[in-house]
Structures are given as C-alpha cells and as structure tokens.
C-alpha cells in the first residue's frame, strides 16, 4: 500500500517539503487521544531477542534512526511509536544556523537514494536542550549528534564540539562526533588525526570530570581509504572513544541509474540510499575486523531491504539505523526487520 499508494503521493512534493508537513503531522498527533497507542500497536515489536546492549545502554532492538530527520529535537518521543530502539538527534550546531540554500534535497529515485546537501540547518543548541529538558529516562534511547557551525573555521572547531557537548551531556545518553558530513564546506578536513585528537581531547577530558559517563562514538565517511579508516580506529583507541558509526553519506556518484544530466544538475551534495549498501557493509567489515570485534560499531548506510539489515548486523554491526530506507519503503520498515529478526531467532532454535 506504501509503495504503490502512499508514497506515489508524497513523492509529488520536493522532498523537503514534505519532511516539513511529516513533522507537523508528527508533532500534531501528540495532541490526538490514543494516537500514541494505535501508532505502537501499528508498528512496535517486543520480543526478548530484539534485545541489544551497545555502550553499556540497552536498547528495546537494534533499529535506530539516524540524524538528519529530528535535527532538533521536536518528536523524539512521537518517532519512538514507529518502533525505533533509538533516536539520533541533530546534527547539532552551537549557534542557530539555516544552512544552505534551498533547493537542497533530491530524490534519485530510480537509484533508491537521495543527495542532500542540507548544511547542518539548525536551532542551535539551546534550542534542542529545551526540548530534551522534560526527558523521561523511560523514553527511547537517544544519541546527541554534534558539528560546528559553517562560520566557525576548522581551528576553531574544537570550541563548537565541546560548546554542544557540554550543553546536552545530562541530556542524551550517548554522543556520535560528526566530523564527515560532505555538505559543510572543509568539515571532512576535521578526519585527519590532529583535527581529530584536537576535537577529541575536550570532549574526553570534560566528560573525566562528570559524575555520568556517557558513551562518544566517532561518525566516519564511506569515502575513506582502508588506511585512513585504519588512522581513525587509531585515534578512536588512543582517546578510549566507545564505538564507531560508519556510514556518512558520500560524494560518490559512480554506478547511478540516473542520467548524468540530472546528477550534474543537482550538483554537490551527500548521497544516501542502495548506492551505499555495498561500501557502507564493506566499512563496517573491516572496522570489525580491524578491531577483532570489541569495539561497538553502529551500522548506516545503504540499508534498503530487510536482507540489507541482516547482512549489516551479520557483518559485525551492534545495531543499524535507517533513513533513506525509511523514506522509501514507509513507516512498517522497522517493524519488518525486527520481525525477521525473531524468525531467524525461532528457526534457529528449532534447528
């Protein structure tokens, strides 16, 4: 019903638009009785098995969705009815920020993606500490995504990570260090080891002096090379991080179904969706392997089919999140992999 009603017609608008309509429809139903309990009867799934623990925190099944659709803070609660065992909020940014011009997010619909070059378009942080303020530790697990603001030049962007860090630190209940977004100009600058360790050794050394220790995992791009993948994980050991999230989007446009034209038209921009399935999987291979699985890894990119979601978490993942999957095979997504979770778990019991 999605694919062939549902989503025809939401496909009509540009995709930002209707990001904009879906969150006030969001937020709308907080306010429609009994909406949260038909929407958790719709799409959440409880079974023993979905159970994950990742950095200590444990989670209701290893689903999350990724930054980039709650970026501040508006309907964590709400998007937990669709099933989700964790929100990430953000990207965060310091200083309220609008970020880029629009037209600024497109479909690539015969590719299954999408390239977005939103630029970190935020309400700054007080704005997102606000909305967390009245956070019930009985909501769903939710992860502070943090990043500069476009003005602030790359000397200066340890001051912007620590600045967000500290505000939201009794806040979420892990932070994910986005140095590798493509879409603010010279952030992905910040993935060489000594922007990293600049940015890392505040964050870590604030967080020596709190009473709780919250989790700091490090988001990576799909376009490194195995060695700078390598010189991360270095980094990541050495500054004792707590896991890492790999994919970012990427500025790849090779093996699109899309016509060149119209790739070129849309000009920079992250790309997300199928084209990322196999790179993001392969990332996620080798950071597990690299670090004989102890190190928490959070699987993303590329996650489009059910089959996807298993071959991550296969593949040495401690949970996925989705978005563009999301976007494009409607609200049941979730509900879809955490059931064939449970089946593969009885199959193999019966076995």
């Given at each position: 019903m999605y694919k062939k009603v549902i989503r025809p017609i939401l496909f009509l608008l540009s995709p930002e638009t209707i990001h904009i309509i879906l969150v006030k429809m969001i937020k709308f139903s907080r306010y429609v009785p009994f909406a949260s309990a038909i929407m958790r009867r719709m799409f959440c799934v409880k079974h023993k098995c979905l159970e994950r623990e990742i950095c200590g925190l444990k989670l209701k099944n290893p689903v999350g969705l990724p930054a980039g659709f709650d970026k501040g803070a508006d309907i964590y609660k709400e998007l937990g009815n669709f099933g989700f065992g964790s929100i990430e909020i953000g990207t965060v940014t310091p200083r309220p920020q609008s970020g880029n011009p629009r037209p600024r997010v497109f479909r690539l619909e015969k590719d299954e993606a999408i390239i977005n070059r939103m630029g970190f378009n935020c309400k700054g942080v007080k704005y997102v500490s606000k909305n967390l303020r009245n956070r019930k530790k009985s909501d769903v697990v939710i992860a502070g995504n943090i990043g500069k603001n476009s003005v602030t030049p790359n000397n200066n962007a340890p001051e912007d990570y620590l600045s967000s860090f500290r505000a939201l630190y009794d806040k979420v209940d892990y932070?994910?260090?986005?140095?590798?977004?493509?879409?603010?100009?010279?952030?992905?600058?910040?993935?060489?080891?000594?922007?990293?360790?600049?940015?890392?050794?505040?964050?870590?050394?604030?967080?020596?002096?709190?009473?709780?220790?919250?989790?700091?995992?490090?988001?990576?791009?799909?376009?490194?090379?195995?060695?700078?993948?390598?010189?991360?994980?270095?980094?990541?050991?050495?500054?004792?991080?707590?896991?890492?999230?790999?994919?970012?989007?990427?500025?790849?446009?090779?093996?699109?179904?899309?016509?060149?034209?119209?790739?070129?038209?849309?000009?920079?921009?992250?790309?997300?969706?199928?084209?990322?399935?196999?790179?993001?999987?392969?990332?996620?291979?080798?950071?597990?392997?690299?670090?004989?699985?102890?190190?928490?890894?959070?699987?993303?990119?590329?996650?489009?089919?059910?089959?996807?979601?298993?071959?991550?978490?296969?593949?040495?993942?401690?949970?996925?999140?989705?978005?563009?999957?999301?976007?494009?095979?409607?609200?049941?997504?979730?509900?879809?992999?955490?059931?064939?979770?449970?089946?593969?778990?009885?199959?193999?019991?019966?076995?």
């Open positions: 932070f994910v260090v986005n140095v590798s977004c493509p879409n603010v100009a010279d952030l992905t600058k910040l993935q060489n080891q000594d922007n990293l360790r600049s940015i890392l050794g505040g964050l870590v050394t604030f967080r020596r002096g709190q009473d709780e220790y919250k989790p700091i995992l490090l988001k990576i791009s799909p376009d490194l090379t195995n060695q700078q993948i390598d010189d991360s994980i270095d980094v990541v050991n050495e500054y004792n991080l707590d896991g890492i999230v790999a994919t970012n989007t990427s500025i790849s446009r090779e093996g699109l179904v899309t016509p060149s034209d119209r790739v070129e038209s849309i000009g920079k921009g992250g790309l997300s969706g199928k084209p990322l399935t196999k790179r993001s999987l392969e990332v996620v291979s080798y950071v597990y392997k690299r670090t004989n699985g102890e190190l928490p890894i959070i699987g993303v990119g590329g996650i489009m089919t059910v089959q996807d979601a298993l071959n991550m978490l296969d593949a040495g993942a401690t949970m996925i999140q989705i978005y563009s999957g999301f976007i494009y095979n409607g609200p049941w997504f979730v509900k879809e992999i955490c059931n064939a979770l449970i089946a593969r778990e009885e199959s193999t019991i019966k076995e």
